[in-house]
């Protein structure tokens, strides 16, 4: 089984989107994201190649790979097979411009 590990850009990422939904929905919804967020992790660490790989970050060295979670975002992760470690490098709004996409990587 992997073991995730979020970069700092990654986690700031989920922090503002839990910022904003708490502020705009409320404390129940900010609940329901946390679990949905934590069951894709859980499953991510569980069988890592379940997301496809990620076609705008094709021409980068290492292959990046995505799951959405809920319905306007999607974890951005890369895997260290050797390690056991799977990476999260970020957390997209989906509704964004893809030409964007993962700045940190």
């Not at 990422?13 to 967020?37: C, H, K, P, W």
């Not at 959405?68 to 964004?96: C, M, P």
Request: with cysteine.
């Amino acid at each position: 089984m992997m073991k995730a590990h979020w970069t700092d850009f990654a986690w700031s990422m989920l922090s503002q989107t839990a910022d904003y939904i708490l502020e705009e929905y409320g404390e129940m919804a900010l609940d329901s994201f946390r679990n949905d967020v934590h069951a894709c992790v859980r499953l991510l660490e569980e069988q890592p190649l379940i997301g496809p790989e990620e076609k705008y970050l094709s021409s980068r060295p290492l292959k990046y790979r995505s799951v959405v979670v809920g319905s306007h975002n999607k974890i951005v992760y890369t895997i260290d097979q050797e390690a056991a470690i799977l990476f999260i490098v970020d957390f997209w709004d989906t509704r964004r411009e893809p030409s964007l996409q993962s700045r940190s990587v």
